[in-house]
């Protein structure tokens, strides 16, 4: 069974930076893909962006291009989101997920295993 506990979140102002973690308990987080996706009130999950496992397959959604970086820890089981330039449209709940094997694509149906979030809001 794969646990993922997300960490960072908080609080901040337009235009201030924030790092989310993701950490995992596994065997071995090689064996996995890792994303975060993140979810308004209101709206659907969104996939914000993903690392396969090759740590030069890395993916982001067209809503955190030029913002935002994802990056993983095999040894230390954990991943990350810097987030910079925050927006308030950022606002959101995000998700750390895992699907066992290659890039799966960044969509929420192809990961299996989820966090329980970790909530960012980005004040005007």
């Known amino acids: 069974q794969v646990q993922l506990v997300e960490s960072g979140g908080g609080s901040v102002q337009a235009g201030g930076s924030l790092r989310l973690s993701c950490k995992a308990s596994?065997?071995?987080?090689?064996?996995?893909?890792m994303a975060w996706f993140r979810q308004a009130p209101g709206k659907e999950r969104e996939g914000v962006a993903g690392i396969g496992r090759q740590t030069s397959d890395r993916y982001v959604g067209d809503s955190a291009k030029g913002r935002f970086t994802v990056s993983r820890d095999n040894a230390q089981k954990t991943m990350y989101l810097q987030m910079n330039s925050l927006k308030p449209e950022d606002t959101a709940t995000y998700y750390c997920?895992?699907?066992?094997?290659?890039?799966?694509?960044?969509?929420?149906?192809?990961?299996?295993?989820w966090g329980q979030g970790t909530q960012v809001t980005v004040s005007s």
């Open positions: 997920a895992a699907s066992a094997g290659w890039w799966p694509g960044l969509r929420p149906q192809n990961f299996h295993y």
């Open positions: 596994v065997y071995s987080l090689m064996d996995y893909s």
